[in-house]
C-alpha cells in the first residue's frame, strides 16, 4: 500500500543510524536466546547443529547481528527447554516485531524513517524516563490537541492528511493498554501545562486528561514549576529508554524538526541521565503534581 | 582506619547533594547488584572496590537477598505488619514493601534515604498495594527527631514496628554516634519490635582487604566508611533479643535452600526483638 507516495521522505531522513530499529530489537532477542541458552547449558555449536547453523551464526545471532527464522527461534526455545506459553510467546512477539511490519506501516506515506525507529522502540522498552519542555507528550495527547499540533508544523495540509498524522500520534497511545507495558515516567516543565495549544477549551480537556494519565499504573508524571530548577530550562525535550535487559545500553531519543539522533554510548547517555535524575529530584512529587494539575485546570 | 575527615569537620544531616562526579554509596550498590543507574564515578569505585576483593559484588547481592528473607521472616513468622526501612537505596527487585505485601497487604512501608536519587526513584518507582502504604522521607539517620515525626504520619508508634538499616551504617563514623542513634529509634518503638541490621564488616577478611577497600571507596566518594567488628556490632543490640542464628555474614543469616549464589560476603547481619 501507498507505495511510490514516500519519495518525499527520503530526501533528510535516515542518516542518523540507518538499521538501528532492527539492530535494537534484534538485540533485545539474541541477548534473550543466549541466556536461555546458557541457563540450559547448552553450547554454542549444539544449539547450532539443532537449526542446521554454525557456531558463529548462534553468536552472531545471539549478539543481533543477524536474525533468524521464526521456526528456527522456536526450535531452539524447544532445545533449551522453554515450555511455558508465556514465555515462549513473549520470545516469539520480539521475534516478529524485529523482522515483521508493525501497525504504524499503514502510515507508511507520513511516516519518517527516523521515527519509526522510536516506534519499535517504545513498547520494547521496560522504562521510558522523558523530559518535556513545550508539549503534553504524545502518549497523553488528546485528539484536539494532538490536532493541534499537528497543525503547527503542518499548516497547509489538507485535514485529510491532518487527520492521518493524528491516528498515527494516538495509535501509539494503545500502548498504555498493554499489560506489559513500558513504565513511563514523564518530568515536564510547568510551560507544556500553561501553552493553551489549540485553545483554551483543548488545552482544558487536556489538562483533565493528564490528571488521568498520571493515575494510569505505571506512569508517572513530574512537573518542574517556574518557581524551581533552572536546570530544567538548559535542556530541550529527550526520551530515555532503558530496557530490562543487563547488556543493552539506553538509548537517548532527541527528537529534531526534520529527523532525530538516537544515542547509547554510555558517555553520551549519561549526561541526559544526569538531567533527568537531577530534575526527578527538584521536581513536585507524583503526588504534589497531581494537585498541582489541577490547580492548573482550574486557572485555565 | 582510615581518617575520617566527616567525623572531624562534623557530619552535615541534610540531603546529600546531587552530584555525579562523585560515587554515591546507594549508585554503588545499584552498580555492584547489576543495575543502571549509576554513573562512571561509582562504577569507578565499584570497580576498584571488586579489584581489592572479588566478592564485593557477591557481597552486594547476598545483602539484598538477606532483605528478603528478613521481611518475609519479620512478615510471615514475627507477624510484623510496619516497616521503618531507613537507608533505602534505588529501588531494585524485590523492596521492602514488595516483599511483605506479598505476605500481608495491608503492610504499611516507611522509607528513608538522604540522597536525593533514591527519593526520586522511590517516589516515581513503588507502587504500594491498595491495602497498605508507602512512604518516603528525605532525611539523614543522623536525624532521628525528623525520621521519628514524620513516620509517625503513617506508622503507629503503639505498634511493633520492624526497624530495617541494611547495608547502612558503615556510613556513620563513630563521631557521629551510631550506637545513641540506634538506641533513640528504638527507644521509640515498643515491646515486640525488631531491629534488622547489615554493614561492612571489619574482621571478616584480613585487615588490609578491608583497608584497601575502605579507601578504594573514600577516595572516589561523598561518604566515608567505618567498617566494624563482630563485637561493634553486637552492641547495636544492646538490650534486645537476637533471633537465631545470631549475629552472622549476610549469607547465612537463615540460608534459604536452592540458593546458587555463593561467595563470602564482607558484611555481618542480625535481627533482634525488643522485650
Known amino acids: 500500500m501507498n507505495t511510490g507516495s514516500t519519495s518525499g521522505e527520503a530526501s533528510g531522513a535516515g542518516q542518523e543510524e540507518p538499521a538501528a530499529e532492527a539492530t535494537v530489537l534484534r538485540m533485545l532477542l539474541g541477548a534473550q536466546l543466549r541466556r536461555l541458552r546458557e541457563a540450559a547449558g547448552i553450547s554454542a555449536e549444539k544449539a547450532g547443529y539443532e537449526i542446521r547453523a554454525s557456531r558463529s551464526k548462534i553468536s552472531r545471532m545471539e549478539t543481533g547481528r543477524v536474525g533468524l527464522k521464526l521456526r528456527d527461534i522456536e526450535d531452539l526455545l524447544t532445545l533449551y527447554g522453554v515450555a511455558g506459553e508465556r514465555e515462549r510467546t513473549k520470545v516469539l512477539a520480539l521475534a516478529r516485531r524485529s523482522r515483521e511490519p508493525e501497525w504504524w506501516t499503514q502510515y507508511n506515506d507520513i511516516l519518517p524513517d527516523w521515527f519509526e525507529t522510536y516506534l519499535s522502540l517504545e513498547p520494547a522498552a521496560a522504562t521510558i524516563r522523558s523530559f518535556e519542555t513545550q508539549f503534553v507528550p504524545g502518549l497523553f495527547q488528546t485528539g484536539d490537541y494532538a490536532r493541534a499540533v499537528t497543525r503547527l508544523g503542518h499548516k497547509a495540509a489538507p485535514d485529510a492528511e491532518i487527520e492521518r498524522r493524528v491516528g498515527l500520534r494516538l495509535g501509539r497511545q494503545d500502548l498504555l493498554d498493554g499489560r506489559q507495558q513500558p513504565r513511563i515516567w514523564v518530568i515536564m516543565d510547568e510551560a507544556v501545562l500553561r501553552r493553551p495549544v489549540g485553545g483554551v477549551l483543548v488545552m482544558r480537556a487536556q489538562l483533565r486528561r493528564l490528571t488521568e494519565a498520571a493515575q494510569l499504573p505505571g506512569v508517572r508524571l513530574q512537573v518542574v514549576p517556574f518557581a524551581q530548577g533552572g536546570h530544567a530550562a538548559a535542556s530541550g525535550s529527550f526520551s530515555i529508554l532503558r530496557f530490562e535487559e543487563q547488556d543493552l545500553p539506553d538509548v537517548v531519543y532527541i527528537e529534531q524538526l526534520t529527523s532525530a539522533v538516537y544515542l547509547d554510548q554510555r558517555a553520551d547517555v549519561e549526561h541526559y541521565l544526569e538531567v533527568v535524575d537531577l530534575l526527578s529530584g527538584e521536581a513536585l512529587s507524583p503526588a504534589d503534581t497531581m494537585r498541582f494539575l489541577e490547580q492548573v485546570a482550574d486557572d485555565t | ?275
Open chain 2, 1 to 275: 582506619m582510615t581518617t575520617d575527615e566527616t567525623a572531624q569537620g562534623g557530619s552535615n544531616t541534610g540531603p546529600l547533594p546531587f552530584d555525579t562526579s562523585k560515587a554515591h554509596q546507594a549508585r554503588i550498590y545499584n552498580y555492584l547488584l547489576g543495575g543502571k543507574d549509576n554513573y562512571a564515578a561509582d562504577r569507578a569505585v565499584a570497580e576498584a572496590m571488586v579489584a581489592n576483593y572479588p566478592d564485593t559484588a557477591f557481597t552486594a547481592r547476598a545483602n539484598r537477598a538477606f532483605l528478603g528473607r528478613v521481611v518475609r521472616y519479620l512478615t510471615a513468622e514475627a507477624g510484623i505488619r510496619q516497616f521503618l526501612d531507613i537507608g533505602t537505596g534505588i529501588p531494585a527487585a524485590g523492596n521492602t514493601h514488595e516483599v511483605a505485601q506479598a505476605i500481608a497487604p495491608e503492610t504499611r512501608v516507611v522509607y528513608v534515604d538522604y540522597d536525593p536519587i533514591v527519593l526520586a526513584h522511590a517516589r516515581a518507582l513503588l507502587d504500594s498495594s491498595e491495602a497498605g502504604a508507602t512512604e518516603y522521607i528525605e532525611a539523614d539517620l543522623r536525624d532521628t527527631a525528623t525520621i521519628l515525626a514524620q513516620a509517625a504520619d503513617l506508622l503507629d508508634f503503639s505498634k511493633p514496628v520492624a526497624v530495617t538499616m541494611l547495608a547502612l551504617l558503615h556510613a556513620i563514623p563513630d563521631s557521629d554516634d551510631p550506637y545513641g542513634i540506634v538506641a533513640t529509634l528504638m527507644a521509640a518503638v515498643p515491646s515486640g519490635s525488631y531491629l534488622a541490621i547489615s554493614l561492612g564488616a571489619s574482621d571478616l577478611v584480613k585487615q588490609e582487604t578491608m583497608r584497601s577497600i575502605a579507601d578504594s571507596w573514600n577516595s572516589g566518594s561523598q561518604q566515608r566508611v567505618t567498617w566494624r567488628s563482630r563485637e561493634q556490632v553486637a552492641r547495636f543490640f544492646a538490650g534486645l533479643d537476637l533471633i537465631e542464628p545470631g549475629l552472622v555474614p549476610v549469607e547465612d543469616w537463615r540460608p534459604e535452600p536452592g540458593t546458587t549464589d555463593e561467595g563470602k560476603s564482607i558484611g555481618w547481619c542480625a535481627v533482634a526483638r525488643k522485650p
